[in-house]
């Protein structure tokens, strides 16, 4: 199975950017479909984004839609999830994960990371 770690979380101002990235490890990382989702406190997990499997077709929730952007380098085993134009109600945890189907669903990936932080201050 893929492993996977997430990076680039932090404290932002309202309106600012930041870049997530997470790093595979394990089976060849071109095989899998990768996904974002995020969770904040006393929520539920929230589908972000979504992205093929040579990185060609992505899918965005309609609430980061035009804001957030989902990329992937598969010569690093890395994906990306560029975030700008970043409002407060974004503060969450951010995992990636991994899946062998096109799915906005969480229950379709089955590799997750540990998540990564990011805070959007007002």
């Known amino acids: 199975q893929v492993q996977l770690a997430e990076s680039g979380g932090g404290l932002v101002q309202a309106g600012g950017s930041l870049r997530l990235s997470c790093a595979a490890s394990?089976?060849?990382?071109?095989?899998?479909?990768m996904g974002w989702f995020r969770q904040a406190p006393g929520k539920e997990r929230e589908f972000v984004a979504h992205?093929?499997?040579?990185?060609?077709?992505?899918y965005y929730a309609d609430s980061v839609k035009g804001r957030f952007t989902m990329s992937r380098d598969n010569a690093k085993n890395t994906v990306y999830l560029q975030m700008n134009s970043l409002k407060p109600e974004d503060t969450a945890v951010y995992y990636c994960?991994?899946?062998?189907?096109?799915?906005?669903?969480?229950?379709?990936?089955?590799?997750w990371g540990q998540g990564t932080q990011v805070t959007v201050s007002s």
């Open positions: 394990g089976r060849t990382f071109s095989n899998y479909r």
């Open positions: 992205i093929s499997r040579s990185g060609g077709t992505t």
């Open positions: 994960a991994a899946s062998s189907v096109v799915s906005t669903v969480a229950h379709d990936y089955s590799q």
